[in-house]
């Protein structure tokens, strides 16, 4: 018989979670894990500047986009410095261990702390408003690997027409779905994709029956699953592999384990793509870290054009002031710890969404009223510096049950005498620590969205309500939290704005992201409200399926956020507007067509008004692309180290 939604109690037996459990540990990593060949090995020098001062390639940013885009330039034969604002710090537990992650995005060390506001209006904010900063925290990464250092590790494939639509957007055909798989395909050379240890969930009755609530509540919509196939592990048609192009290119939505960015249960990102490939690359990839740019120099082309030449940098740790370390440099200070370094042909800014547009305006490109309001001479007025900002629409469902998990007993997550680390250290292939904590996501479509998925829901056990002080202790407290989060992309009513407080390059910008259109409402905000209804109403029914199952384990459990309140449209749609979050800021600086007074950059990456200068970050794009944003960015990235070198060889 199939079970629905009606008949789950009567159609289930007793065994079918852990079937469930079973069906996914033999299915799932086959397709989904990924892992080129190659030994992480240490780069030793990270004071380039100490020795040299010119380059070919002078590059603002270790991270995601600038870190892959490093390599490729300097596999090239080129001479290319990555300036990182940073510490190197390697290897540390809070960094590799997947399931700190948390941990690592809160990591004074290595931590870069915003504030923005999500609306002009205070009154609008919800209970994470920080008073004494005046906004909402916003945890990025400052370290050698940028936001790869500190973020959950997911790794999905971004969606065709999110290159297709660059390709509308600019007027460049070339930017499209086919040409941007051979990119992909180059990330793949050296990104490793693993999914969480499926046996994880034989550990603990509870999650398992979390994670086959979710393949029942899904599947049953779209393939129904009879009694019998649960029992006997048989679930073809409902596990997908998100990063498969056939699913992508068929619009599947669906249930799967979360395919993470890691080798052998350690974080792998763009430090280790540098760390890799530098001692194959002595004398052509240099590394500085501890240094905070100043301002982009220029000088002049023989036709006039304004040409990047070099960067100034202060060379020091923690001067920048969302760092917790930050320390206060005074001019005298300043003098004695800046350097110059000389691009011979270009420079690169990759510095993310809040410092590259900061960094443009502090180098005189930008609108040009602003400029001078700051008393910054107007190299090349662009009024789309810093405007266009987005980001995604996230939030959870939390319960509470009434008793720990037990595959959560005992460990204290890196304190003294922790077990789960020494599982982890010891190599252990089914260590909890292996995992970020995903245990199981789902691509959903939104009803009125596209045709392909525009949420995605995902489970760990956690109580995880937002970023505020002291977000990770909290997240990770009890050991009886489930929180579902339901990340909502594509959104259509965030246009933000990144501004400069001061002219002093230490001094945090003032972001707003203006989110559902500033509190106004509108077309727009009416669908991303609603797809984000749709996606917390998917957690719940997942929960609901969850209790119906219960005999399995008999564990009782209570919604605690939003609340067993919050249940009308209205409600829900207040609590979404206060207090959701976002981490995926975007869309900066971004790329357009030639007739579009707001397009900063144009399709090669290059920075409209002047020469020799690009931008190669998540701000290039003209609208936020795909679910998570990491693979697009590497791509994206591998793009740009394409185009580059077909310009440098074409003089």
């Not at 300036?83 to 992650?101: I, M, N, Q, R, W």
């Not at 006997?232 to 048609?237: L, M, N, P, V």
């Not at 009416?526 to 109403?537: F, N, P, T, V």
Request: charged content about 25%; proline content about 6%; aromatic content about 8%.
């Amino acid at each position: 018989m199939d079970v629905t939604r009606r008949g789950l109690i009567t159609g289930l037996a007793a065994g079918a979670a852990a079937a469930a459990v079973g069906a996914i540990a033999a299915a799932v990593p086959g397709r989904v894990a990924f892992d080129p060949e190659g030994p992480r090995r240490p780069v030793i020098d990270t004071d380039a500047l100490e020795s040299k001062d010119e380059y070919d390639y002078v590059i603002v940013g270790a991270g995601a986009g600038g870190g892959p885009l490093a390599v490729r330039l300097a596999e090239a034969g080129y001479e290319v410095l990555v300036l990182e604002a940073g510490p190197a710090k390697t290897d540390a537990d809070t960094y590799s261990v997947p399931a700190f992650h948390l941990f690592a995005s809160s990591d004074p060390e290595m931590s870069w702390d915003f504030y923005p506001r999500h609306y002009s209006d205070r009154a609008l904010h919800g209970s994470r408003f920080v008073d004494a900063e005046d906004g909402m925290l916003y945890p990025r990464a400052s370290t050698l690997g940028g936001c790869t250092a500190h973020h959950a590790l997911l790794m999905l494939a971004p969606e065709s027409d999110d290159w297709d639509r660059i390709g509308r957007i600019t007027g460049d055909p070339s930017w499209n779905a086919l040409t941007m798989a051979e990119y992909e395909r180059r990330v793949l050379e050296w990104l490793p994709i693993e999914t969480s240890p499926a046996s994880i969930l034989a550990q603990d009755e509870t999650l398992a029956r979390l994670v086959a609530a979710a393949l029942i509540d899904t599947g049953a919509e779209s393939a129904p699953i009879s009694a019998v196939d649960l029992n006997r592990g048989r679930f073809d048609g409902t596990l997908i592999d998100p990063n498969d192009p056939a699913n992508i290119e068929a619009y599947r939505e669906g249930v799967t384990l979360v395919p993470q960015s890691s080798r052998d249960g350690r974080r792998y990102g763009t430090r280790e793509r540098l760390l890799d490939a530098a001692p194959g690359l002595v004398g052509n990839l240099f590394l500085q870290t501890d240094a905070l740019a100043e301002q982009v120099v220029f000088t002049a082309s023989d036709d006039g054009t304004p040409r990047a030449s070099g960067v100034e940098v202060l060379v020091a740790p923690y001067l920048y002031g969302a760092s917790p370390l930050r320390r206060p440099s005074d001019p005298d200070e300043r003098e004695r710890i800046r350097r110059r370094v000389t691009a011979r042909r270009e420079v690169v800014l990759a510095g993310g969404a809040f410092n590259t547009p900061q960094l443009l305006m502090l180098s005189g490109i930008g609108p040009e009223e602003h400029l001078r309001e700051h008393g910054i001479d107007v190299v090349a007025a662009s009024e789309g510096v810093g405007g266009n900002l987005q980001d995604r629409y996230e939030m959870t469902v939390v319960t509470e049950f009434d008793r720990p998990f037990g595959v959560l007993e005992g460990k204290t997550y890196g304190n003294r005498r922790d077990p789960g680390l020494a599982e982890w250290r010891s190599g252990d292939p089914n260590a909890l620590y292996r995992s970020n904590g995903l245990l199981v996501g789902l691509k959903h479509r939104y009803s009125r969205g596209s045709e392909h998925p525009e949420l995605f829901v995902f489970g760990a056990p956690s109580n995880f309500t937002g970023y505020r002080p002291g977000f990770a202790e909290d997240g990770l407290a009890g050991a009886n939290h489930f929180s579902w989060a339901v990340l909502r992309g594509y959104e259509e009513s965030q246009r933000g704005t990144v501004r400069l407080r001061s002219a002093d390059p230490t001094r945090t910008p003032e972001i707003n992201f203006r989110y559902f259109d500033d509190g106004a409402g509108g077309p727009g905000s009416d669908r991303d409200l609603e797809a984000m209804r749709e996606g917390l109403s998917r957690a719940r029914s997942i929960n609901e399926t969850a209790r119906r199952l219960r005999f399995a384990d008999a564990a009782t459990d209570v919604e605690t956020f939003p609340g067993p309140d919050v249940v009308s449209d209205a409600r829900l749609d207040e609590e979404i507007r206060r207090e959701a979050w976002g981490h995926h800021a975007s869309c900066s600086a971004p790329m357009g067509s030639d007739g579009d007074p707001m397009a900063v950059l144009d399709s090669r990456f290059r920075v409209r008004g002047v020469a020799g200068l690009r931008v190669v970050d998540a701000s290039v794009f003209p609208k936020i692309p795909a679910l998570f944003p990491l693979m697009t960015i590497f791509a994206m990235s591998e793009r740009a180290a394409a185009t580059m070198i077909d310009d440098a060889r074409r003089g």
